[in-house]
Structure formats: C-alpha cells, structure tokens
C-alpha cells in the first residue's frame, strides 16, 4: 500500500524543493512571525497579556498576506492551477481550519462562553494560519494528500516536512502551553488562550527549525544515492 | 469432546476461576494492607490523656487561691478562679456564619442574608456595651462533632475524628462538661443530639432531638424553643446548652442564598429576642438573671453552598455574641481591645474582636471558675473575660486566672510530652519552658506588688500586671502556635511502610501483567513485526500524567478538567486513527464531541465548589447563559431527563429483550430495569407542578418508589447471583452470553444509582453509555493490523480510556474530592430516619456508583466485544478468561498507580497549608475508591469468570 502512494506521488512529477529555497522560505516565515509579534508591540503598543484578543487578532493580520503569498508559491499542481487561485484557496481554508480549531479547543477545554469567544476566535484564526492555511495553498483539496500528510504524516518530499511538521508542531505546542493553566500561581499569562499561543508558537518554531533539518538531511541522502 | 475431557476441562476452568479470585483478593489485602499502614502514620491521631483537672491541684500552682469568703450571693464556691457569672446560657446555632451576625458594613458587599439578626447588633451597639459581638475562628476539620470536642476540650481535635461522625463516642478525654457536672453545676442541655452522644452522663436533664436527618428543618429547633423557654424562668440550673441545627440543615439542603435560610434566620432573630427579654426582665438585683452570661455561638461557619468541614475562611470563621446580665460593666483597656469598630446600616457604632474556639474551654471555666479541662491549650479571652467579669479589680483576676491558665497548660504540655510516644522537641520545649520561667520570674514581681497593694494608691501595679499578661499571652501563643505545627505527628515510618507495600502491588500487577501476557500469547497468532502503537503509547503517559498531576495542589483541584483534557486527546488520537483507517468515523466523532459535554457537567459541578473554595476560579460564564435564559431553557432543562431515560430504556429493550440469547433470568432482570426506569420517570412527574401536591403523592414519590427501586435493585443482584451459582458451563457462545450477563448486571445497578443523583442521572448515564460504546467500537480499529502485539498492549488504549472516562464521571455527576462535596442528601432518597448502615451504603452507591461501580462492572465489554475468529472456540475461552484477567490487572493497575502518586503527594506536602483541606480528602477518597474498586473487582472476577 505504502509501495503505491509513492507511485502516485512519484507520477504526480512535483518540484521538489531545493535545500536553499526552503531556507529562504522559513526564513521568510520567521521573519513574518516575528514581525506579527514585533508590530502590535512596539506600534500599536498591544500585549499578548493584557489585549489577547487584539493582539492575536494582528498578529493574523499580519501573518496571512506572508504565509499565503508564501506558500502560494510551492502550489502542488503548478501547471493547472494559478497562482491567484492557490491564494484564493489558502484565504478559504482560513476560517475552515478556524473552525476545526476552535472545536479542537472547546472539546480539549477551553472555556466556553460570551466573554471567551473574541479570544477563541481570533486563536483559531492563527492557529489555523498555522496549520491549515500553508497546506490549502500547497495542495488545494486533494484528499490525498492532505490524508498523507495530517493523518500518515509519511512524509515523501521536501514540502510535505515544511507543512507537516510546523503544523504537528503548533499543535502540540498548543496541547503542553496549556499544561501550566490549572496552576495557582496567579501569572496574567496562565489565561485563555495566552499560555496555548506561546505553546503554539514555540512548537511552530520547532517544526521549522526540524523541517529544515530533515530538508537538508534528505537531500544530502539523495546526493549520496545519485553520487 | 469425550466425557472426561469435559470433567477435566470443567475441572481446570473452575481452578482458573479460584486462582483469578484468589490474584485479585490477594490485590484487594494487599492494598487495603498499605492504606491500613499509611493512614496509621499519616491521620494524625492526638494522644488523648486520661488525667483529669481537679480543684486541689491549685495548691500545686504558684498563683492565690480564690477568696473563699466570697461576697457572691450565690452558693457556687470558686475552685480554681474567683467565679465571675453564676449562670450562663449558651445557644448554638449550628453553622453560624460571621456575616450573619456582624453588620453588613463589615463586608465589601451587602449580601441578602446579612443583617437578619438585628437583635444583636441592637445589644452591641448599645451605649456602655455589656454586650460584644466577636469573630470566633475555629480550626478545621470543621464538622459539628470535631467542634464540639474542640470547644469542651479546649484542645485541637485531629482528622481521624472525622470517621467517628456516623455514630459519635463519648469523649474520654477531660472537657468542660466534666468539670462543670464535677463541680456542681447543674447542666441542661436541649436539642442536637451528637451532645448525649458525647456526654452520656454529665447532663443533669437532657432533651436530645436527631440531627442527622438533613431535610428536617425544624424538629430539633421547635424541640429547643419548647424546652427553652420554661427552663429560663427555673431556677435548678447553673449552665444551659441549647443547640439549634435548622440553620445547618437549611445550609445542606438548599444553600446559605435561599428563602429557607432567611426565614431561619428571621425565626432566630425573634427566638433571640424573646431570650434576652425573659433574661433581662429578671436581671435585677435577686433576680434569676442577676448575674447571667448569654452566649450565642456558631460550631462552625459554612460555606455559600452550605458545606463545611474544611479550612477555608468563610467554614472556620464563625460568630460568637456574648451579653453578661450584671449591670456593672467595666470598659476594657484600650492595650488589650483587638476590635474594630463601624458603624452598621442604622448608624449604630458597633465593634467586634475576634476569638480562637481553642480558648473558648478556657475562658468558660474561668468564668464559672471551675477548673480548666486537663488538656485544655487555650487562653481565657481577656475581652469575654472583661466582659463577663467586669470589676474594678478585673484586672488583678485576670493575671491570676492567666497564671493559673498558664501553669495547667505548661503541666499538660510536660505531661504529653512524658507520656506520648513522640512528644515535642527538646529544642520546642526548651523554649516553650525558657518562655514559661521568664512569666513566672515576673509572676514572683507581679504577687509581691499585688501583696503590697492591698492600699489604693498603687500606680506602679497597673504596668506589672500588663507586662505579666503580656508575658503570659506569649508563653500561651506560642505553645498555641507549636502545638498546631507540631501536634499532628506523622509517623513517618509508617508512612514509608504503606507506600512500600503500594509500589509492591504495583509490581504484583505489572509482573501478572506480564505473565498472563505470555500466557496469552500462546493462543494469538503471530506473525508480522512487533509494534506498539502510538494510541497504546499514549495510554501510557495518559496514566502516567494524571497520576504526576497530583504532585500539585492545583491539579488536583481540577483533576476532572485534567482527566476531561486527557480524554478528549485520546479521543482526538483515535480520531485521527480512524480518518488513517477511513472507517468508523462516526464513532470517532461522536467520542470527541460527548467529552465538552462531559466537561461542562464537571465545570457546572466545580462552579459549586469554587464558591466555597478560595483557590479555585470559577469559569461560570456559559452556566450564567444558561441561568438568565427564558422559559425555553428551562423546558428543555426539565424535558431532557425523560428524554435520557426514555433512550437508555429502550437501548436496553433492544439491546437486551429482543436479544436472543438473552434469556430467562436475564430477561427478567432487564424487565425490572425497565420498570424501574418508568418509576422513576413517574417519580419526576409528581415532583413537577403537574399535580396538585396532595400527602398521598408526596408519601408516594419521596418514600415509595425509591424503595421500590432499592428492593428491585436488590432483587436483581440476588436472581443474577442465583444464576450465577445454578447457571449451566458453556463452551460456545459465551461471548455474547458476557455481554448479556454484563447488560444485566450494569441495568441492576443502574436504577439505583440514577434515582440517587436525581435529575442528572439519566443524562450522565447516557453520555457514560455513548461513550463506552465508543470506546469499544473504536477498538476494533487496531485489529485490521496485522502486526504481531501484547495482549496487553492491545487493551492499554481502551483500558486507559475507560478509567479516564470513569474519573469524569466522578467528577461530571457534581462530586469533588473533598468532604463537602458527598451530597449528604442522596442518602436520605426515599427514607427519613437515620440508619448508619442503610445510609452509608445509599452515600457510598451515590458517590461511587458512576465513577467506580459501574465501570467496573462494565469492563468485561472490552474483552468481550474483541472476538479472536482465528482462534479455535474452545481455545477462545480460555483466552477471553486470560484476556479479563488482565484487563482488570490493567484497570486495577491505573487506580493503584494514581493511589501511589497521591500518596506520595501527601507525603510530600504533609506540612502544606492545605494538607487538611485538599490533600487528605483526596488521599481519603482515592483510598476508598481503590478499595472499592479492588473489592468490585473481586466480586466480578466470581461473576464473570465462569
């Protein structure tokens, strides 16, 4: 069964992903989400801690042109579909992949509530920035794909690791940042959804950071093999 | 198959069946062994000492006798002190709260049961004040019985107590009811009863009413103000207690902001009123009263909910309001006055200080001047001692009443520490001794002074004596303050015993495990590589995380979040599973989306524990939605119930009756549920407003059909153990056979278990139901793998998964791990009186029922619903018999581990502020549900391994 999804894949003829290009590419990612943090902070003088619900909401903001235009770029079936298409799907699959984590949320425990639902909200919006979105841009509505690389995680190229692994990464980063929540130490940041979004993006860094690793290990296997 | 192989198949099946029996009784010793040991080391018990005060042993005492040519009117001769009242009349009101004594003004926010009882604060504020209201702090555990002991021993009554509250013994130790009936007082005592239990003989007359039947509001109250009355116009009494329970029971039943609670306040209030009268219409001179105390005193506080029995603030601080009768109050020195004055609501200036209970023996004895209980480690309260005492030479009495105070708890102090087999410290007791010479070198200044003051122009007398009850005060503080440190003694070595016999359990499991692992392995295939899967990984840490969590308070505050935040990621990961496989979606699905629900009946249950409990912050936010919500809501709300019984009868119906191998017995069984099921349904018709509550339907729901119920239960259980003793061996079909005993065996159960926790019941069952059924459809996802695997491995998942799913339900169905979170009033579904058997067993079911009982019983689903078509028939059996074996290993294995981490947390944080108020009632319920579970475990091991 493995033997045949390579086949698949393989007959597909994708463009793998230089070495260089997908450093470029985190790197440009890494400064995106710097940025996102750095702007509401120092120009709009917004906190994580004190306005969750609008700093998340910037940092969304900000995000979503980098990672669409981004990622728009590595669109799987290149010659059918265009570049303003790729970008078009990658905004839709932004408050489907919301709603899927803002669910997510709710059955794991986040508070649920009038109250809690701008800052729910405006998570889920970069949670799913973080993990739906580059895969929407990448794949489209392949189901295939998109089962092998959130359901398998079998990764078989170089841009199956730069989706799936930030995505794992965000969302288990978000599952321990919400660890420290029960604890009485009384930290502002212990709240809904802050410590989850620190989590999130600590295990985002981390995915990059690996992908990028297993990128450069790939591919020195593959010159290995070619030489 | 041959005649004698049959025999012998038969022979060596029955043989397994002794042996699993005997594993798992060995497990249930085992643990019920290191639970024994821990506990001895770890609940602290007190050495009660059996030395009794006596009047002679003032000689002994460095401090002057009383005067004994007394100018007191009356007979009474002081003993140890110079009496100060002749009479006191002491009414408790159980569960008093100091806001509903203390103005409003006091409190950030004016709440509607504050300022009811206006008669005190009238007393209080009047000019000259012979009359005080103060903030009495008692020390946890915070329940009637440890209080009273508290409050006549003058000592610190210790956890273990707290198992003696069902069936209260006498008190062995010396107290202030001894003393007083020693000593010629003639005490009358009416109302709560737990007082003849504690003093079967002291009472000179009694007139005892039952305190344990929670719903009754009135009968111990309506008994008190009967007898009370007659008794304040008599004359053959020196000390009445009158101890009324409605404000405690009104608290249990419906909470401190309920109408109930303010009209017993307001019935307080007049009976109040109408005491003082009677009491100050004969305080004249000669009068009965001349010379009376009246004290009004709470045993404890309770918290919003009406829960008590640990240390937060709003169940230890109570109220105490004290009026003396004689009409020649003195004004207290400004140095001594602790108390802070306002004004309250009608611009009276009103001040309240603040009392330890600990000192309430003490000061009481020395008011009547009796002596102080032996083991008494309080202070007589130099403000109820002004008060009560007032004179010009109040001052003089009080150094001597202090000295003699000081020297009784320095002897009991050396006398313990003789005696007991872990005393204090030398280091403690050098200092407590050092602090003691020092008061008593200045005692020596002090007498000389008193002795040449006999003149009235002394000026220096005034100093010496505040620097003696400084000097005093500080001796008594700190023993007050070590022996609250160090009083409750962990043995540790006892401690260390029990957790090394639980890690050795643990090794039991584990190496059972382990061997029925083998032994299995020798039926199942193999073939393919060794795997284990990531579900079966998770499981693991599942367990594992839980069980660490405990290692913090906070975690275990929210241990049902925790375990519902668990739940849901297992279900997550199963659900993904399932999107790899591409198949049983749904069920996937339907597991993850029940767990919110799930959460928020934990949440709703928390919101009522974090109104009591400081540490906890409440997410009410989506239960207010729900509150101010219309009609509509509240349709919905009395509609689902039926709805959920209506489902889960008729999932038996189909499950079991139009079943065919469900058959005679069990069939019978399955009808009874059913018809218990439309009994309850009725029950909670009558109870809405469809009918006109006449007493015939009000008998007919409170009483009838919950017994009707209990016996149907019982019926079942007995006609199921009968089948089980004359039931026929089978060797084919047995495994829909185990499903069908399961049903039956979960559906006789049921009935009880849902009339007990009332409208929620059918709801929760439905959710446990659904998701068990989840569970076990889902785990038939991992045998399309081919690879080769330990039978263990593959039940860890659904193993883990149903233990996690049995703590939320703990949790869902509004328990806590706390003492204020069993709800008492389940106990009395369909019965009034108070039996210790019959009540226990009903708080145990309701308490346990869901989380521990049930899924226990429910188990055998995963084996059976699992089946082997590649192993032989008869081959199977014995597999199934290996596979349920080691299943309940498995289960019994994650309790024992959870069990062994909240023993060590305890260990651990046995000096924590909140060791009383969270960690031991944790341990407590851990130690009961394992025990329970092990011994569950045994029971089913008879039923099922046939």
Redesign the interface.
Same mark, same amino acid.
């Given at each position: 069964m493995k033997m045949k999804k390579n086949d698949e894949n393989g007959g597909n003829t994708i463009l793998s992903v230089s070495p260089l290009k997908a450093i470029t590419l985190h790197l440009i990612c890494l400064l995106g989400l710097a940025l996102a943090f750095w702007i509401p902070n120092h120009i709009y003088s917004l906190d994580l801690i004190t306005h969750p619900s609008q700093t998340l909401r910037m940092i969304s903001v900000f995000l979503a042109p980098v990672l669409i235009l981004l990622y728009s770029h590595l669109r799987h079936d290149g010659t059918q579909c265009s570049y303003v298409k790729a970008v078009g799907r990658g905004l839709l699959a932004l408050p489907a992949g919301a709603v899927v984590n803002a669910l =997510?949320a709710?059955? #794991? =425990?986040a508070?649920?509530?009038?109250?809690?639902f701008p800052k729910t909200f405006n998570w889920s919006l970069m949670m799913s920035l973080l993990t739906f979105v580059p895969a929407a841009c990448v794949f489209g509505s392949s189901w295939t794909d998109w089962?092998r690389i959130? &359901?398998?995680t079998k990764a078989s190229e170089s841009t199956d690791y730069m989706i799936s692994l930030p995505a794992h990464g965000a969302v288990i980063g978000a599952?321990f940042g &919400?660890w420290p929540m029960? #604890?009485?130490w009384e930290s502002p940041w212990q709240e809904w959804p802050i410590c989850v979004t620190y989590g999130a993006i600590a295990g985002y860094l981390v995915g990059l950071v690996t992908s990028l690793g297993c990128i450069i290990f790939c591919n020195r296997q593959q010159h290995l093999k070619e030489e | 198959m041959s005649k004698s192989g049959e025999v012998s198949w038969k022979s060596e099946n029955l043989g397994k069946r002794r042996w699993a029996f005997v594993v798992f009784l060995g497990i249930l010793i085992l643990h019920g062994l290191a639970i024994l040991v821990f506990t001895r080391g770890f609940l602290l018990t007190r050495t009660e000492l059996s030395q009794y005060s006596h009047c002679s042993d003032i000689q002994q005492s460095p401090c002057f006798s009383p005067p004994q040519d007394d100018q007191m009117v009356n007979h009474s001769k002081g003993c140890w002190t110079k009496p100060a009242v002749d009479r006191i009349v002491i009414i408790v009101l159980d569960a008093l709260r100091y806001d509903f004594v203390a103005p409003s003004t006091f409190f950030d926010e004016k709440k509607t049961w504050m300022d009811r009882l206006q008669v005190l604060h009238k007393l209080a504020s009047q000019p000259g004040s012979f009359a005080k209201i103060f903030k009495a702090i008692a020390d946890p555990p915070t329940t009637s019985l440890q209080r009273l002991k508290g409050l006549t021993t003058g000592g610190l009554p210790t956890f273990i107590d707290v198992g003696n509250s069902f069936g209260a013994p006498a008190i062995n130790e010396d107290n202030l009811i001894y003393q007083m009936a020693k000593n010629g007082k003639r005490v009358v005592m009416m109302g709560d009863d737990t007082w003849v239990q504690l003093f079967p003989q002291h009472f000179n007359i009694s007139h005892p009413f039952p305190s344990f039947n929670v719903k009754d509001l009135d009968t111990v109250d309506n008994g008190c103000v009967e007898h009370l009355f007659p008794y304040l116009y008599q004359e053959d009494w020196d000390v009445l207690i009158a101890h009324f329970l409605g404000m405690d029971h009104a608290g249990h039943i419906f909470g401190v902001d309920s109408t109930e609670m303010i009209e017993k306040l307001e019935q307080y209030n007049g009976i109040l009123e109408k005491v003082v009268d009677v009491l100050e219409s004969q305080s004249g001179p000669g009068g009965l009263h001349e010379n009376t105390l009246l004290l009004v005193m709470g045993d404890h506080g309770q918290t919003i909910n009406g829960d008590h029995g640990g240390g937060a603030p709003e169940e230890v601080e109570t109220s105490l309001f004290a009026m003396s009768l004689q009409k020649n109050p003195s004004s207290l020195p400004s140095e001594t006055d602790s108390s802070s004055c306002r004004l309250d609501t009608e611009k009276r200036k009103i001040c309240t200080s603040s009392i330890e209970q600990l000192d309430f023996a003490a000061t009481v004895s020395a008011l009547l001047g009796i002596p102080y209980p032996f083991g008494s480690i309080g202070r007589v309260n130099p403000e109820l001692y002004a008060l009560a005492a007032g004179s010009e030479r109040w001052m003089q009495n009080y150094v001597n009443v202090l000295c003699m105070n000081t020297w009784q708890v320095k002897r009991y102090i050396d006398v313990y520490s003789a005696s007991s087999v872990i005393g204090f410290s030398d280091k403690d007791m050098s200092h407590v001794s050092d602090l003691y010479a020092q008061a008593h070198d200045n005692w020596l200044h002090t007498k000389e002074a008193v002795l040449n003051c006999k003149s009235e122009s002394c000026s220096t007398l005034l100093p010496q004596l505040k620097k003696q009850v400084e000097a005093y005060s500080n001796f008594l503080s700190s023993i007050t303050a070590l022996a609250r440190s160090k009083w409750t003694e962990f043995n540790l070595k006892m401690m260390g015993t029990g957790l090394c016999i639980l890690v050795l359990s643990l090794f039991v499991h584990i190496f059972t495990i382990k061997k029925l692992d083998k032994l299995c392995s020798c039926y199942l295939p193999r073939g393919g590589d060794f795997v284990v899967t990531f579900e079966a990984i998770f499981a693991y840490a599942a367990v594992l995380i839980r069980s660490f969590s405990f290692l913090s308070n906070s975690f275990i505050l929210e241990e049902g979040k925790t375990a519902s935040f668990l739940l849901a990621t297992a279900g997550m990961l199963q659900l993904r599973h399932a999107i790899v496989k591409k198949k049983m979606l749904l069920e996937g699905l339907l597991f993850v989306l029940v767990v919110p629900l799930l959460r928020f009946g934990i949440e709703l249950g928390q919101s009522k524990q974090a109104v009591n409990s400081l540490f906890l912050k409440s997410f009410a936010s989506w239960t207010v939605s729900v509150d101010n919500g219309t009609n509509l809501w509240i349709y919905v709300a009395d509609i689902l119930p039926f709805l959920a019984l209506v489902i889960l009868a008729y999932i038996l119906y189909y499950k079991s009756i139009t079943h065919s191998s469900c058959r005679g017995i069990f069939k019978l069984v399955a009808v009874g549920t059913i018809f218990a099921s439309s009994l309850i349904a009725l029950a909670w018709a009558l109870d809405g407003n469809l009918c006109s509550p006449s007493t015939v339907i009000v008998d007919i729901k409170a009483y009838w059909i919950p017994r009707i119920i209990y016996f149907i239960g019982l019926l079942q259980l007995f006609l199921l153990a009968i089948s089980q003793l004359f039931g026929k061996e089978k060797t084919s079909g047995w495994e829909e056979d185990t499903i069908v005993k399961v049903t039956a065996m979960l559906s006789a159960w049921s009935s009880t278990i849902i009339i007990l926790s009332g409208k929620q019941g059918p709801l929760v069952a439905l959710a446990a139901v659904i998701q068990g059924w989840c569970v076990i459809r889902l785990m038939t996802l991992e045998r399309a793998k081919n690879d080769y695997y330990d039978s263990s491995t593959s039940y860890s998942s659904p193993v883990a998964k149903w233990s996690l799913l049995a703590v939320c339900l703990f949790f869902c169905t509004g328990h806590w791990c706390a003492f204020d979170g069993l709800r008492y009033a389940s106990a009395f579904v369909g019965f009034d009186e108070f039996n210790l058997i019959r009540q226990a067993a009903l708080l145990t079911i309701d308490t346990f029922g869901f989380s521990h009982i049930l899924p226990v019983m429910g188990l055998p689903l995963i084996v059976a619903c699992r089946r082997h078509p590649e192993v032989q028939a008869e081959k199977r059996k014995s597999l199934f018999f290996l596979q349920l074996c080691q299943v309940y290993l498995m289960y019994g294995l994650t309790m024992a581990i959870s069990m062994t981490l909240t023993i060590i947390c305890v260990t651990i944080q046995r000096r924590h502020l909140m060791v009383w108020g969270l960690f031991a009632p944790k341990f407590v319920f851990d130690a009961v549900g394992l025990l329970l579970t092990d011994l569950f475990i045994c029971l089913a091991s008879l039923y099922y391994f046939a």
């Open positions: =997510g709710t059955i #794991l =425990g508070p649920v509530g009038f109250e809690y089962h959130f &359901a398998r599952w &919400a029960p #604890l009485d | -």
